[in-house]
């Protein structure tokens, strides 16, 4: 079965720490993407990738950190810069370009205690 | 500014009515999709629309594009309870040199029996 898995689906962090939300897709798409979505919101773009080796800054790349070091995988890092990580992040690839059709992973809820 | 906007962006409605969601977005484009998110799940992919006079039906739902009005429609016919959901469009727009896809707010659709 081909898609994108998300782990893990919840995660709780104490404030002062990193942590990293896992993003692994098998449809063999070329770019991937992670958003922020809170509450009653639309989607906010952090970072996205195109290529292997290579990320872009989105709109609110800040006390955020990824790595592209294989396609299939796109991991993100909440560092502690990050003041009110509190959200749900959902992970999408496309098959090539970004103006194409994106597909999402089931999202991972972080709440910071 | 590339924008996109959705309206209305809370719509409540009865079982059987019909009603359409709007999308509007600032600049040239002719590829545009529709998602729909259940609360506190992922987004799903409803319509891929690539063409100016484009329209797609699944079910009680049916969107289309005018890519001169700048303007996509997502039409509910004779709605039901399982249609509540918030509903995305995101626009594929130039940005730099490169293609993004930009987001609407979403509309939040309650549909009551």
């Known amino acids: 079965d081909g898609g994108i898995t998300q782990s893990p689906k919840y995660l709780f962090r104490k404030e002062g720490q990193n942590v990293t939300l896992s993003c692994e897709q098998n449809?063999?798409?070329?770019?991937m993407y992670w958003y922020r979505q809170d509450p009653g919101q639309g989607l906010r773009l952090i970072y996205y990738?195109?290529?292997?080796?290579?990320?872009q800054k989105g709109d609110i790349a800040e006390g955020y950190s990824v790595s592209r070091e294989k396609k299939e995988s796109f991991p993100l890092t909440v560092t502690s810069a990050q003041k009110n990580p509190t959200a749900f992040y959902l992970c999408?690839?496309?098959?090539f370009g970004t103006g194409d059709e994106q597909f999402f992973g089931p999202g991972t809820r972080l709440t910071v205690l | 500014e590339l924008k996109v906007e959705q309206n209305p962006l809370f719509l409540s409605m009865q079982e059987g009515k019909n009603y359409t969601i709007y999308c509007n977005y600032s600049?040239?484009?002719?590829?545009l999709y529709w998602y729909r998110q259940d609360p506190g799940k992922s987004l799903e992919s409803l319509f891929v629309?690539?063409?100016n006079g484009a329209v797609k039906q699944e079910g009680r739902l049916m969107a289309s594009l005018d890519t001169k009005a700048r303007l996509s429609t997502l039409h509910i016919t004779a709605a039901v309870h399982d249609l509540s959901a918030t509903y995305f469009c995101?626009?594929?727009?130039?940005?730099?040199?490169?293609?993004?896809?930009?987001w609407g707010a979403g509309t939040k659709l309650i549909i009551k029996p």
């Open positions: 999408a690839s496309s098959p």
């Open positions: 449809l063999n798409h070329d770019a």
């Open positions: 990738s195109q290529i292997v080796n290579d990320f």
């Open positions: 600049t040239t484009s002719d590829r």
């Open positions: 629309l690539l063409s």
């Open positions: 995101a626009v594929d727009m130039a940005m730099d040199s490169n293609y993004q896809l930009i």
